[in-house]
């Protein structure tokens, strides 16, 4: 009868994440975080209810190749064109900035720096890559309720974001591409660039593909299952051929139909099965890795500097790539706080480290709590910048004639 004990596991692991999820979007927190909870107090943390399993492990890395094809689907690479040299500048600030940060702080609470190419860099470097990550989601919902979503602003945050975990992908690719003591930088390097070369070729006709299908088979169940065979596909090419990371591999089979016209039906059916049985899962699975337990008093520490850091680094670097590129002081300051969340790509690009043996199970704590910290912070801090913006703006417009106030509004949402 123990060979069905996963059943039991399942039925856990399902309400325990319903509920929390629930829990947490009451109080305007994401549903992941409420999920992180509930995987750890029906872990061995503390109810000991469900432990990590094979299958559990199996079904996790379903539910993240899921969520990154997902990620790639909802790519707009229109909106991508249009903001252009902006968000890169903000975007890739946004990295180099947390990716320094996590080194560093890292480095020092592990008594000093270590030499590069030695498995102790490589870890500092993999903590600051986790820290690269935004999670706009938080961002979006706050700035659709005050009603600055479609501004310059917004728009920025948006686009920025995107690229943002674009280049964190990347980064973690070449970092676990590094792990590998048998590659060498150039092999490294020259794989990431052939896989790139190759799905730029394939992707042209994989996208004609379903073009086709587009018009041939429209609203059809058969093109979410070809769109899923092809991320399953893609994710094992990368992972078996190129030695890259199959979350890369799937994330890019989504930017490959991000623009067919069946893509939004290829998500809508991909999210009925990520939703009920592999997201919860997944993230569950990372409440049920992490050791309270054993967090000391270094470790503690550790937690307070880093969460301080991730927060800080993503409105120095986001905040001054939005003040490069002409936004006002107060502006780029809103950026900067839109980019602190964290979420999704934080956890997942923590998995796979930890899966690859680039993090102790031990700073898992540390990567929830700023996950955690993270989402509940960046709303707060939102509310109060463009409380005092349209405070000012409110001024300005009632010591203007009526006509001049609306021109100006106009403009600023433009």
Known sequence: MESYHFFL???????????????????????????????????????????????????????????????????????????????????TLGVIVPLIGGYVVFSLFEGGFAPLGTEGSMQAIFMGVIITATSVSITVETLRELGHLRGKVGTAILSAAIIDDIIGIVLLTFVIGFKDPSSSPVQVILSTVAFFAVFTVVGFVINRLFKYFDKKYPHKRRVPIYGFALCLLMAYVAEQFFGIADITGAYVAGIVMCNARSSDYIVQKIDINSYMIFSPIFFTSIGLKTQVNGLTATLFAFTAVYIL????????????????????????????????????????????GFAAGLMNPAYFTAVILMVIVSSMVTPIFLKLLYRKEDALAAAQAAAMPAGTASQLTAERED
């Open 9 to 91: 596991d399942l039925a856990i692991i399902l309400i325990a994440a319903k509920l929390f999820g629930l829990l947490f979007r009451k109080i305007r927190l994401p549903q992941v975080v409420g999920m992180l909870v509930a995987g750890l107090i029906i872990g061995p943390n503390l109810l000991g209810l469900v432990e990590e399993s094979e299958f559990l492990t199996k079904m996790a890395e379903i539910g993240v190749i899921m969520l990154m094809f997902t990620a790639g689907l909802e790519t707009d690479i229109k909106e991508l064109k249009s903001t252009g040299p902006a968000a890169l500048l903000i975007a």
């Open 309 to 352: 850091v991730a927060l800080l680094a993503k409105i120095v670097g986001c905040g001054l790539g939005a003040k490069l590129c002409r936004f006002t002081m107060h502006e780029s300051l809103i950026v900067g706080v839109g980019m602190m969340s964290r979420g999704e790509v934080a956890l997942i690009v923590a998995q796979k």
